[in-house]
């Protein structure tokens, strides 16, 4: 869903994603209103000694709802500060961390590029996790400092910094369960690349994070734990398999570049700007092509797809030229670009297909297909290369 930023820490951007702004006050509604039962729970597990009392804090639901919304955002201040546990420390090995984003299941750190090296994510995956115990224990520090004195002020104080200490390493503890790709399948996928290929390890950590995702969904729904529980099993299990894929496909691609894969410029078919769009459709209907470049004297002014074409009511098609209905951000990559790096930048634009540029020159199109198609030639042991991997529809995606 979409995201705003809204600061930076250590230079790196912090977002909250639009989830987050309906979970925060289900939070803060939930410790709002069971505050006794919380502070029952603080009491169990710190000990008789620590006395948080809560009665102060219910008799008014003003009091008990303020101290909820406190707590909340308490709690995912401590998931900021645990993400950036890794981050700092990713960012130590060299490796920078586009942002930090709260979201409905808290808070992901997104890598530019995820270490490969099983020392590297070892320290990378349990620093989020130290951090957060050593913030639990400076909160119980200061809950031990704070001595009751029967005001509501210090009464809501206590309840806080003891909530906070045990949610931050309860938060630590949950994260280092083998449920990959949190922590603690990150943890098992680094020692498992101690004696194995990264990408096996990887197979074997995503199979253990899919076995955990479905024991906690199964637990959501028998065990008491609730829908919030299945649905965060549901994105621990796709995020496993995920995980996995990409794995085993940058393995496979490693050393293969977009020149390898591309359909090279002279079976590229283009058309230029002035043509109509009810030409281009019937040339579209006629090739079975989805998409063309846009060249305009040898040079690239855009790309236009079927979709575009579409855009136009069926009784103006003729009146409508393909330069009026375009897309003149013309995404591209060069011919010595990783295929991998080709892959990852379809996804995040969401487009089926990128131009091959070097310099000013269009020198061919890779789509998602051909990528496809080569991963499915090195699963089989065959080479890459443009004699091996090559479309059916040049300049365009076939159909998956």
Do not use: C
């Not at 004696?195 to 906690?216: C, M, N, Q, S, W």
Request: no cysteine; proline share 4%; hydrophobic share 50%.
């Amino acid at each position: 869903m979409r995201s705003f930023r809204i600061g930076r820490a250590f230079g790196i951007p912090v977002e909250l994603d639009l989830t987050f702004l309906l979970v925060l006050p289900l939070f803060a509604y939930l410790i709002g209103s069971n505050l006794g039962r919380y502070a029952q729970l603080l009491n169990d597990v710190l000990g008789a000694s620590a006395a948080v009392d809560a009665s102060m804090l219910t008799v008014s639901p003003t009091i008990a709802f303020g101290v909820g919304t406190v707590a909340a955002v308490g709690l995912f201040a401590g998931v900021i500060i645990h993400e950036l546990g890794h981050s700092l420390t990713a960012m130590r090995y060299g490796f920078p961390i586009s942002s930090i984003t709260l979201w409905l299941f808290g808070g992901v750190a997104q890598f530019s590029e995820m270490p490969e090296d099983w020392k590297q994510e070892l320290y990378i995956a349990v620093a989020g996790p130290v951090v957060s115990v050593a913030l639990g224990v400076v909160s119980y520090l200061a809950f031990a400092l704070v001595a009751a004195d029967g005001s509501t002020v210090v009464a809501a104080l206590r309840f806080l910094l003891a909530y906070l200490a045990l949610m931050n390493v309860a938060l630590a503890g949950f994260n280092m369960l083998p449920g990959f790709p949190m922590d603690g399948g990150r943890v098992l996928r680094a020692l498992l690349a101690r004696t194995r290929p990264y990408a096996e390890a990887t197979r074997i950590a995503a199979e253990v994070g899919k076995l955990f995702a479905i024991g906690l969904g199964l637990f959501g729904l028998f065990g008491g734990g609730g829908l919030f529980l299945v649905a965060m099993a549901f994105f621990i299990y796709i995020g496993a398999s995920s995980e996995a894929q990409r794995t085993t496909m940058t393995a496979a691609f490693e050393g293969v570049t977009v020149a390898d894969i591309m359909t090279p410029a002279e079976r590229v078919d283009a058309v230029a700007p002035e043509t109509s769009v009810a030409d281009l459709l019937d040339r579209m209907f006629a090739e079975r092509h989805t998409g063309y470049p846009v060249v305009d004297r040898e040079r690239v002014v855009g790309v236009v797809t079927l979709s575009d074409a579409q855009s136009v009511q069926e009784v103006e098609r003729d009146a409508y030229t393909v330069e009026e209905v375009m897309t003149s951000d013309v995404r591209s990559v060069g011919p010595d670009a990783a295929a991998m790096d080709a892959l990852e930048r379809m996804q995040e634009a969401d487009i089926g297909r990128l131009l091959v540029m070097d310099g000013e020159e269009l020198v061919g199109l890779i789509s998602r297909t051909d990528l496809m198609t080569a991963l499915d030639i090195i699963k089989q042991g065959g080479s890459v290369g443009r004699e091996q991997v090559d479309t059916d529809v040049p300049g365009v995606e076939r159909p998956s």
